[in-house]
């Protein structure tokens, strides 16, 4: 019978390899198959503001704040990253200002461009930059992950058949 510490390092072993190919697989899958949404894709909403509030989400351990602007007569709320640019721009919308926006049309209708009055307040071309800026490193983290877990299978699978 296998003594414990042997089947601790196995078990942390397989915890390993999982991480790897699951988190690898998420960001190959996020980096092929979720590419920017391109300006004609993204719904143009026009509306008065409601009210211009304050979002939060989980980030590292802690909630960071976002804006978030809710429009007279829309059911949902639209959202502007804490890492877009210039979040403190939404600090221009007061309620009943006129505005423009393009939003996708996803769960959190993420705002990829905003106008108050015809005045850009934030453009497309601004935010689809920082989010490729932010998503520059996803193939290449997915690569080295797959490799890393792959790899590692690979030396687990006959690591365990040396043993019997």
Known sequence: MRN?????WDIKGA???????????IL????????????SQLA???????E????????????VE???VRLKG??????????????WRMEAL????NVRLLSDTNRYHWIWELQKDGQIITSYDEVAAAVQRNNRSDPYLAIFLLALGTGSAVWYVRTLRRKR
């Open 94 to 97: 007061n309620p009943g200002d």
């Open 74 to 87: 829309c059911a949902h709320e639209f959202r502007y990253l804490d890492w877009f640019p210039a979040p």
């Open 66 to 68: 976002f804006p978030v």
């Open 28 to 39: 190959a899958w996020r980096s092929v198959m979720r590419p920017l949404p391109v300006r």
């Open 4 to 8: 414990i510490k042997a089947i601790i």
């Open 52 to 63: 211009v509030g304050i979002g939060t989400r989980a980030a590292s351990g802690s909630d």
């Open 15 to 25: 915890v390993y390899i999982a991480f790897c190919l699951i988190f690898g697989g």
């Open 44 to 50: 143009v909403i026009d509306g008065v503001v409601a």
